[in-house]
């Protein structure tokens, strides 16, 4: 179900012959009577500066979604939802992809490396390492 709108000064709905609401750039919603009877540029709930549009058919998309149900917004937003979280996945999923095979390619290489120490270190003569006696000397 639309959200109902209303003049928010005088909570008339809209009839026929429907006056024309606007919304301020405060966020108030006023019909076009109470919005004759106020300051231009001047919103009458808030008293703040202000801008206002008409609100019609041709008003834009997000405008005119402010005023649709939940249900109709989700029903239009969970296609472009489901599209959005799908090539996040796949991109996700490509990274985690190009990772696992980075990781795959370094453990190979660090086998590798580690065999080569190994097989040097048992190609190596183990070191001598001759120990000097200890001197005895006495002093006088």
Do not use: W
């Not at 003049?7 to 919603?29: A, D, I, M, Q």
């Amino acid at each position: 179900m639309a959200v109902q709108v209303f003049c928010n000064v005088c909570f008339c709905e809209p009839r026929k012959p429907t006056p024309r609401f606007s919304l301020t750039s405060c966020g108030h919603v006023i019909c076009e009577i109470c919005l004759q009877k106020g300051k231009k540029d001047e919103c009458l709930i808030c008293r703040t500066s202000c801008r206002t549009l008409v609100l019609s058919k041709q008003t834009s998309p997000d405008i005119q979604s402010l005023f649709m149900g939940i249900d109709t917004l989700c029903k239009r937003y969970s296609k472009e939802i489901t599209q959005i979280s799908e090539f996040q996945e796949k991109h996700r999923k490509h990274l985690l992809a190009y990772h696992r095979q980075k990781t795959v390619k370094l453990e190979e290489s660090l086998k590798k490396v580690t065999q080569q120490i190994h097989q040097l270190q048992c190609m190596k003569p183990p070191e001598q390492t001759t120990q000097q006696p200890f001197s005895s000397t006495s002093r006088n």
